[in-house]
């Protein structure tokens, strides 16, 4: 198991407070179009698909194929839509059959990320690409939820990976570094709806934090204008599947 145990209890919560709006996504939809610029004969995998929040961006976005695949009964009983029953270290798709894997907020609960880097590898075609959208340790400073719950951000540096052992793993199985940006969304129009919706299961930093730092962060939330956006930026971490040893892109 990864950090969180996604039950029906976080599927539910997940789908109350973790899904974005279309304008909250424009600026992940300008960055996802510009890293894959893909026709409708092409396919994306979304690994680690949760309830199909992506999944359903995706489809609104382009025209193209996309398979979504998740370990969690729960989470798939939650989704909109049918998800494959897979992991990342055992995606159930034949090799050569994807020309992008999208990997959202997911790294972190993946227990062996040289298995998921190959993985990835198998099934993507030659020049395929990973999307991986993530808080990577080292870089939380522009995600706001820190900000009430610092003491997240010192649970979850030491757990999460760094960016850069992220592109080591996935270098090891042939996949080069196309970029790493920071990508801003709303994740809320006002923080007083976030604090409303806000069930800490749905968010693995909050888990990391005891019960007591967590009311300290609802103090501080509370505290603070509800009016106000709440204006986040994950990272997007791009690779790109090269051809073959010694992988040349
Ligand atoms: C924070 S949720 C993100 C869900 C979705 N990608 C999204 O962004 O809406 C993390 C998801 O990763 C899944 N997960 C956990 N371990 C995994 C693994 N080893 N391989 C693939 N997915 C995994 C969980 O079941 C959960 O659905």
Do not use: K
Request: charged share 20%; glycine share 8%.
């Amino acid at each position: 198991m990864g950090l969180l145990d996604y039950d029906a209890r976080a599927a539910t919560a997940f789908v109350a407070g973790r899904h974005l709006d279309e304008d909250g996504l424009a600026a992940w939809r300008a960055r996802i179009r510009h890293h894959l610029p893909l026709g409708e004969r092409a396919v994306l995998l979304d690994l680690g698909a949760g309830t199909g929040h992506w999944m359903a961006a995706f489809r609104r976005w382009y025209p193209f194929t996309v398979i979504g695949v998740e370990p969690s009964p729960a989470m798939r009983e939650a989704a909109a839509e049918p998800l494959l029953t897979g992991d990342a270290a055992a995606i159930p798709l034949a090799a050569n059959s994807v020309d992008a894997v999208w990997l959202s907020t997911v790294v972190h609960h993946i227990p062996d990320r040289s298995a998921a880097a190959a993985e990835s590898r198998r099934v993507l075609r030659p020049g395929g690409r990973v999307l991986i959208r993530s808080a990577f340790a080292g870089r939380l400073e522009r995600i706001s939820l820190f900000r009430y719950f610092p003491e997240a951000a010192t649970a979850l540096d030491p757990r999460y990976p760094s960016a850069a052992s992220i592109a080591a793993d996935f270098g090891t199985a042939g996949f080069r570094t196309i970029a790493l940006e920071p990508v801003p969304q709303v994740t809320a129009p006002t923080l007083g709806g976030f604090v409303e919706h806000l069930d800490r299961v749905a968010h693995t930093p909050l888990m990391l934090i005891d019960d007591a730092a967590y009311e300290r962060g609802l103090a501080r939330l509370r505290a603070a204008d509800p009016a106000q956006p709440v204006v986040d930026a994950l990272d997007l971490l791009v690779l790109r599947a090269c051809t073959g040893p010694p992988w040349v892109a």
